[in-house]
């Protein structure tokens, strides 16, 4: 019987957890993914700068996907995912559990938070919030900082290098630097 209840509450919460998840998805606001693809050329771009050693927050992290699928092959990476969901905050730190270089992710507003120490910045996020989060970058970034996009691009801010994953404009990757 003591089993029964047991296998009933592990049930139940995984069902209430996969709830959420699709509650989230539907609800909770506009959620990029950066595909695995992008990931492993973004940490060689990473790899080929010298920045594995380098303070990243990913803003608009989402459920933390980019910053594990980094870490993989950027370990000495120290990452920061922020995001404005409770929920995909939530399955950022749980997921960030199981990984040996454990992530910080934190629910905050993007535009509120303190980059002034980062050393570089990651964002893929929708178009219209682009000319806002380039002018906190150009105010608040310190020089030499790095800020990549993935797919999306700054309105004025002219890239330092462009990475082509494929034949589509839209699968670009845009480097940028903090002077």
């Not at 919460?13 to 509650?23: K, N, S």
């Not at 803003?59 to 910053?67: E, P």
């Not at 995001?83 to 990984?99: C, E, K, W, Y």
């Not at 890239?159 to 082509?164: D, L, N, V």
Request: hydrophobic share 45%.
């Amino acid at each position: 019987m003591g089993i029964l209840y047991f296998l009933i509450i592990i049930i139940s919460l995984i069902i209430l957890g996969f709830l959420v998840y699709v509650w989230d998805d539907l609800f909770g606001g506009e959620d990029y993914a950066t595909s695995k693809s992008t990931i492993k050329k973004i940490s060689e771009i990473i790899l080929a700068h010298g920045a594995e050693n380098y303070l990243l927050y990913d803003l608009g992290s989402s459920r933390g996907g980019f910053l594990l699928g980094l870490l993989d092959t950027c370990p000495n990476l120290q990452t920061v995912g922020i995001d404005n969901s409770s929920v995909r905050t939530f399955i950022a730190r749980l997921r960030g559990l199981l990984h040996k270089n454990k992530p910080k992710n934190f629910k905050a507003d993007l535009f509120s938070i303190d980059i002034s120490k980062v050393d570089m910045v990651y964002a893929y996020l929708p178009r219209p919030m682009l000319p806002a989060l380039e002018e906190k970058l150009r105010k608040e970034l310190k020089s030499g900082a790095l800020a990549i996009t993935s797919r999306v691009f700054f309105p004025t801010w002219i890239p330092i290098a462009t990475f082509a994953k494929n034949s589509s404009k839209e699968e670009d990757i845009f480097l940028y630097k903090k002077i």
